[in-house]
């Protein structure tokens, strides 16, 4: 069984210090639900940038190329489900938190 090290945790824990970040216990659902969105965040990014024309691309690579859940249509589908102006609004607010992570998306 794996044991968490104490030398890690000391060195996350100065190098949090460092940086001013807060350390906090996020549940399971909190950490899937923005790992999902900053994959939305830069989805967004990449369509701003022009690498991408459309969502439904993105989705695709997304599904065929890193095994995002087909049956979950894609991190770009997702968005459309929650709603873009709650996509925003999440991300506005993670931003506002963490500007160093996130980035509100134009």
Not at 15 to 29: E, I, K, L, P, Y
């Amino acid at each position: 069984m794996r044991t968490p090290s104490a030398l890690v945790d000391a060195l996350v824990a100065e190098a949090s210090d460092a940086a001013g970040v807060t350390r906090q216990n996020f549940a399971a659902d909190e950490i899937a639900g923005r790992a999902i969105l900053s994959m939305i965040e830069e989805g967004f990014h990449i369509l701003d940038e022009g690498i991408a024309r459309r969502p439904a691309d993105i989705d695709l690579v997304m599904v065929h190329g890193y095994a995002f859940p087909r049956w979950r249509g894609g991190p770009m589908h997702y968005a459309d489900r929650l709603g873009l102006s709650t996509v925003l609004a999440r991300i506005t607010a993670l931003a506002g938190a963490d500007p160093l992570s996130w980035r509100v998306p134009a």
